[in-house]
Every structure is written in C-alpha cells, then in structure tokens.
C-alpha cells in the first residue's frame, strides 16, 4: 500500500486530511484531491455543471492512480452516495479495499474486502504492520 484513496462523505473532508497527515508518517501517499475542502457543491442544481463534471473526472483519476481504495463509513450521514460509486469503481478495476468503519451494503462484506470497525483498530493495524 503506497499509494491510497480515501472514499468518505464530504463532511468528513477534515477529518480526511487528519488520516492523511497519519499515513504520511508511513510513507503513503494520499491521491484524493477531494479532502482538500475544494470540491463542494452548495446546491444539487450544480449536479449538472461543469464544475461537477471536473469533480467526477478528478475522482476518477485519483481513484486509477491508488493501488488501495479505503472507506470511511458509519457516521449516519449518507451524503449523496458518491463514495458507494467510488467504491464500486474501484472493485471493478480490482484495486484493494478496505472499509473502516460500519459494513453498509453486501459489496462490503465480499471476501476481498478488509474490515476494521473503528479507526482505532485501522491504525493499529497500520502501526503493527508497517513493523513487520
């Protein structure tokens, strides 16, 4: 795991740039442009512009250019579902996928999935592995 994308709501892009700064100190770099605070749209009638177009593109890429898709789930907060779109791409270009947090939909319970229920135990897991 080098390179990772970090699938969340929007709301939680400061959060976001909290597990970035973490997995910088074992060398990973973040690809999500996303978590930057750059990448809001106000209202749903931007769905349609060229600004959401540019976001959707942007993710898309970033998404191509992780080896490790990870996803943070369970706050309550659906958004809009891009990150279930982000995580359905990245199955399908076969990319590593871990969840944190709670398990929402069946695709998250598929073998190749690796699950950590609490951020704690994700970073845990980072400190322990990058040991060994």
Same mark, same amino acid.
């Given at each position: 795991?080098?390179?990772? !994308?970090?699938?969340? $709501? !929007?709301?939680?892009?400061?959060?976001?740039? @909290?597990?970035?700064?973490?997995?910088?100190?074992?060398?990973?770099?973040?690809?999500? +442009?996303?978590?930057? *605070?750059?990448? $809001?749209? @106000? $209202?749903?009638?931007?769905?349609?512009?060229?600004?959401?177009?540019?976001?959707?593109?942007? =993710?898309?890429? =970033?998404?191509?250019?992780? =080896?490790?898709?990870?996803?943070?789930? /369970?706050? /309550?907060? +659906?958004?809009? *579902?891009?990150?279930? %779109?982000?995580? *359905? !791409?990245?199955?399908?270009? /076969?990319?590593?996928?871990?969840? %944190? *947090?709670?398990?929402?939909? %069946?695709?998250?319970?598929?073998?190749?999935?690796?699950?950590?229920?609490?951020?704690?135990?994700?970073?845990?897991?980072?400190?322990?592995?990058? +040991?060994?």
């Amino acid at each position: 795991m080098r390179k990772v !994308y970090l699938a969340s $709501t !929007y709301s939680r892009h400061l959060e976001m740039q @909290e597990i970035r700064r973490f997995l910088s100190h074992f060398g990973i770099e973040v690809t999500s +442009r996303w978590i930057n *605070g750059d990448h $809001t749209l @106000e $209202t749903d009638e931007l769905l349609g512009s060229a600004i959401a177009h540019r976001f959707a593109e942007e =993710d898309l890429q =970033d998404l191509q250019d992780a =080896d490790t898709i990870i996803s943070f789930t /369970g706050t /309550g907060n +659906r958004g809009r *579902g891009g990150r279930h %779109v982000e995580f *359905g !791409y990245a199955l399908a270009i /076969g990319k590593r996928l871990l969840i %944190v *947090g709670s398990l929402e939909n %069946v695709f998250h319970c598929l073998p190749v999935v690796e699950w950590f229920e609490t951020i704690e135990q994700f970073k845990s897991w980072m400190e322990n592995d990058s +040991r060994s």
